[in-house]
Structure formats: structure tokens, C-alpha cells
């Protein structure tokens, strides 16, 4: 097949764009960073909001991307406990034992990013700690599998395998995405799946792999707020997200950690 099928509507980027979008996701990392020690017992979501994108802004260039997308109010998707995502900052207070995911994206200089944490308050319970732990590993094996050659189902197979193996659900209603010239570009990438299924990854792809991971039910419903998403069976979910971008030589994460 000629190469202009294979990689239609993957929306690739140049070496320069994906330099712009590193410096953004470094941005966005050090948001993470810097928001980290004021998720504590006490502290408001709509809070946490205002710290984020007071940080963002105050780098030159860059935007909190969430802000007014599709008409969503807040800078941050922040949810709590039984939230899978797109809380909407506001008066809730976190206590002891929650957990609290923090979803950011920026913009900077024209091209985006997006990453996600769940971060736990105070002392959190063994399920939950393994919840966690288990979803951030899940990501690992996502970003693993994203490399040249491989197909979109490589990456959720890999993530399933994680997940399912240590007795947790993965969400199937929410998908990951391609980013960089938008927040969401069309490509979608499944925290499930097939090895060698789907599109085939190519250099110059940017994508943000973000497994939802459930302690119950992998079932979703959204709230009456029209966003919110939350389990259907009430049970805690976390969430990890990583921009990286497809290269020659491996996966680059484009988001990492401070
Ligand atoms: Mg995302």
C-alpha cells in the first residue's frame, strides 16, 4: 500500500512540532508538579483549579487547553473517588483516604498536550493503593508497545493485560486520542484490544494513551452535570495519562513526570 494510506488522517508531526510540544508538556509536568503538595485534606477542587491555571499562565505562551473546550468551565478535569473523569472543579472538599485525579492539557505556542494524574490524600486503603499502582503500570506497558511497527492494538492489549491480570476492569466507553494540532485528534487508541489490530504507528505520531482503570464494574454513566463521569456501581477509578510521540527510536513521553 502506498504510504499516503497507511498514515492518513494520523495528522503527523515534524521534528520542530514535536520539539514545541515537549516544551508545553514540560510546562504541563511542572503544573503537575507544582499543584502535587496542595492535594491534602481540605482543599477544594475548584482550588486546585485556580493553581493550576494560575501556573500555567504564568508561563509565557501557554494556556490551560481544558478552559472553555466544548464549553467545559474549568482549567483542570478533576475527580474524585468513584469519578472516572471530567469533574468539574468546584466546592468539593477532599478528605483523608480519597483519591483525586488532576487531568491537564496545554496549550503552548499553537500545539497541545494532555496528561493525567491520580494522586492519593493522606493514607489511602490497600485496594485503592494497588488500584493505583496497577493503572500507572498499565500506562508504562501502553507507552512500551507504542513504538514503530506495532498497531493501535498493541498498545490496549498491553494495557488490558495489566489491568485484567491484577482482577481490575478497564473503562471501554472512554478511549484514548491522537493530540498535538488539537486537543482531540481523530485517531483513537483503545485501552483494550488486539496485538496487531488497528492502525499502524508510525514516526511522527503523537497520541495521549490514558487507561481508566475500575476496582468494579467497567461500566460509566454521566452525571446529570452533562460531564462527570462516574462509575456505575460506585466503586473507586483511577487514571493515568501520558503524551508521547511516536519516533525511530522508541516512544518519547512528551509529559514526563518532575
Ligand atoms: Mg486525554
Redo the contacts with the bound molecule.
Keep these: 500500500m502506498p504510504i499516503g494510506s497507511l498514515t492518513s488522517g494520523l495528522q503527523l508531526k515534524s521534528a520542530r512540532e514535536i520539539e514545541t510540544m515537549a516544551r508545553g508538556g514540560a510546562i504541563l509536568a511542572a503544573t503537575h508538579a507544582h499543584v502535587k503538595p496542595f492535594v491534602r485534606a481540605g482543599v477544594t477542587t475548584g482550588e486546585l483549579d485556580t493553581i493550576v491555571e494560575d501556573f500555567i499562565r504564568s508561563h509565557a505562551g501557554a494556556e490551560p487547553a481544558f478552559k472553555g473546550l466544548y464549553g467545559f468551565p474549568g482549567s483542570a478535569c478533576i475527580s474524585v473517588n468513584e469519578e472516572v473523569?471530567h469533574g468539574i472543579p468546584g466546592p468539593r472538599a477532599l478528605h483523608d483516604g480519597d483519591i483525586v485525579t488532576i487531568?491537564i492539557?496545554v496549550k503552548f505556542e499553537g500545539m497541545f498536550t494532555?496528561?493525567?494524574i491520580t494522586h492519593p490524600v493522606g493514607e489511602i486503603d490497600e485496594v485503592t493503593k494497588r488500584l493505583l499502582e496497577v493503572t500507572e503500570r498499565s500506562l508504562a506497558a501502553g507507552i512500551e508497545a507504542a513504538v514503530p511497527d506495532n498497531h493501535v492494538g498493541d498498545i490496549g492489549a498491553a494495557i488490558q493485560g495489566v489491568v485484567e491480570t491484577a482482577g481490575f476492569a478497564i473503562v471501554r466507553e472512554l478511549v484514548?486520542?491522537g493530540?498535538g494540532f488539537a486537543?482531540?485528534e481523530e485517531i483513537q487508541i483503545p485501552n483494550y484490544g488486539k496485538p496487531k489490530r488497528g492502525k499502524k504507528l508510525v514516526p511522527g505520531l503523537t497520541i495521549?494513551i490514558?487507561p481508566m482503570v475500575n476496582v468494579g464494574t467497567a461500566k460509566t454513566r454521566t452525571l446529570a452535570d452533562k460531564w462527570t463521569v462516574v462509575t456505575l456501581d460506585g466503586k473507586r477509578s483511577a487514571h493515568f495519562?501520558h503524551?508521547i510521540a511516536i519516533t525511530e527510536d522508541g516512544p518519547r513521553i512528551l509529559t514526563p513526570r518532575q
Design positions: 473523569v487531568d492539557g494532555d496528561a493525567a484514548g486520542h493530540v486537543l482531540h495521549a490514558e495519562e503524551t
